[in-house]
């Protein structure tokens, strides 16, 4: 991939600029997604389910599956992800530097920078610029003392490529939360746009450079498709989870 994409969930601790909130995808709900074949409901709530028919009797299937909440518990975590007049989900501000944060009004069309985005009073996103040649010239001076100084930082989240796998740029990523040992989780993005046996492939590898070279890391990366949305209800329970914004039912380790 060209860049690998830094994103932090926070605790609440900030103000917030409301702003407009744009449509959702067609799936967005997962009322409208329970009215699908229970395949492609299985598929879109826990997208490795679709992979295990193709794996070896032999592949240990523990790791892809450590997180595993229920359909309740998915449903109690997408409340927190649409917006309502007593739950705002806006735009809060964006930062170059730490020196920046958070004293700088809303930027007009600029992507590489710190972008915080408040959801309700539940915790924070911080949208980070990816780590590659389309980086900005300062990202080691931005994103590494964030990292290492933001005290309410809860998780990190490490988006890599599916569909062309673990990068040089992705390693470099990981090594330095690796270094600042906080921890953080993979997402892997994109997983509808090569096949099932190509995915596999890239997947256990990915689950191997975990394995052996992590310490900090979830060791279940979280597997997600823009597109048809699989995946989604999963990553944002997880979020809702690890920020301590719902209590599952069903728990798994994190």
Excluded at 24 to 48: C, R
Aim: proline share 6%; glycine share 6%.
């Amino acid at each position: 991939m060209f860049g690998l994409r830094l994103s932090l969930w926070l605790r609440p601790g900030t103000q917030v600029c409301p702003v407009s909130w744009h449509g959702f995808h067609k799936l967005g709900s997962i009322q409208k997604a329970t009215g699908l074949s229970p395949k492609k409901v299985q598929s879109l709530l826990y997208p490795f389910s679709a992979l295990e028919a193709y794996l070896d009797s032999s592949v240990d299937r523990t790791q892809f599956q450590l997180f595993h909440p229920s359909l309740e518990d998915m449903v109690a975590a997408e409340k927190l992800f649409f917006p309502s007049p007593s739950h705002k989900i806006d735009y809060y501000i964006s930062a170059e530097r730490m020196d920046h944060v958070p004293a700088l009004k809303p930027p007009e069309g600029h992507t590489k920078k710190m972008n915080f985005f408040r959801v309700g009073k539940a915790f924070t996103i911080v949208d980070m610029p990816g780590y590659g040649h389309r980086a900005p010239t300062d990202f080691v001076d931005m994103v590494e003392p964030y990292l290492l100084t933001r005290k309410n930082l809860v998780r990190t989240f490490l988006l890599v490529d599916g569909s062309v796998g673990f990068q040089k740029a992705d390693m470099i990523a990981l090594e330095m939360c690796e270094e600042i040992r906080r921890p953080y989780v993979l997402v892997v993005t994109k997983i509808d746009k090569c096949g099932y046996g190509t995915l596999l492939t890239n997947l256990l590898g990915l689950q191997e450079v975990v394995k052996s070279r992590t310490t900090s890391c979830f060791p279940q990366p979280l597997l997600v498709s823009s597109l048809h949305f699989e995946g989604i209800y999963l990553l944002r329970c997880f979020i809702a989870h690890v920020t301590g914004s719902i209590r599952l039912t069903n728990t798994g380790q994190t």
